[in-house]
T-cell receptor, first 112, second 111 residues
């Protein structure tokens, strides 16, 4: 089966711009999770989508937002980019809220 | 969620068993123990999880102490490709959105 796919692999933006990151879950998975992994830090939970609805969000400002489409793919939007937003953004999917997470290889966002 | 404590780093000889410990002394009765690993430049990979009983799959074995305050992940025959950061996570009620990844253990398998 195809794994979780994320695009783009790398993204370079300037401070103040907006970034859009995309994620396609494993076929049949309805839950999508977003995590941020800054250099030298652990994974920080960002957002959880299930059946098209935002179910939970981590301790991030409102300029981090997203959505889940009817085909369960998801988008993460980061507005008003700041230098400290530079990180690896990981998307994961699961069959349901209790099944193990399957991660993509991430989008590396660099803000200059 | 219960906090976990793992050694920062460990080495293992290729072909030998790698035993990665994790302390979770404040674990609650409905919290599961999960293990994931992250190989450099890749997303984390699910390895195994358990509640009370020991578990085994094609990748590893999970040994949970009777009091559930600690666990050990065992890679029976470590290879160079097992070099990665290993995360031990406790999460209540199989609730993925409460998973908290700590710093993990950096395992280096040496030839």
């Amino acid at each position: 089966e195809a794994g979780v796919t994320q695009s783009p692999t790398h993204l370079i933006k300037t401070r103040g711009q907006q970034a859009t990151l995309r994620c396609s879950p494993i076929s049949g998975h309805t839950s999508v999770y977003w995590y941020q992994q800054a250099l030298g830090l652990g994974l920080q939970f960002l957002l959880w989508y299930d059946e098209g609805e935002e179910r939970n969000r981590g301790n991030f400002p409102p300029r981090f937002s997203g959505r889940q489409f009817p085909n369960y793919s998801s988008e993460l939007n980061v507005n008003a980019l700041e230098l400290e937003d530079s990180a690896l953004y990981l998307c994961a999917s699961s069959l349901d809220r209790g099944s193990p997470l399957h991660f993509g290889n991430g989008t590396r966002l660099t803000v200059t | 969620d219960a906090k976990t404590t793992q050694p920062t780093s460990m080495d293992c000889a290729e072909g030998r068993a790698a035993n990665l410990p994790c302390n979770h002394s404040t674990i609650s009765g409905n919290e599961y123990v999960y293990w994931y690993r992250q190989i450099h430049s890749q997303g984390p990979q699910y390895i195994i999880h358990g509640l009370k009983n020991n578990e085994t799959n094609e990748m590893a074995s999970l040994i949970i102490t009777e009091d559930r305050k600690s666990s050990t992940l065992i890679l029976p025959h470590a290879t160079l490709r097992d070099t990665a950061v290993y995360y031990c996570i406790v999460s209540r009620s199989l609730n993925n959105n409460d998973m908290r990844f700590g710093a993990g253990t950096r395992l280096t398998v040496k030839p």
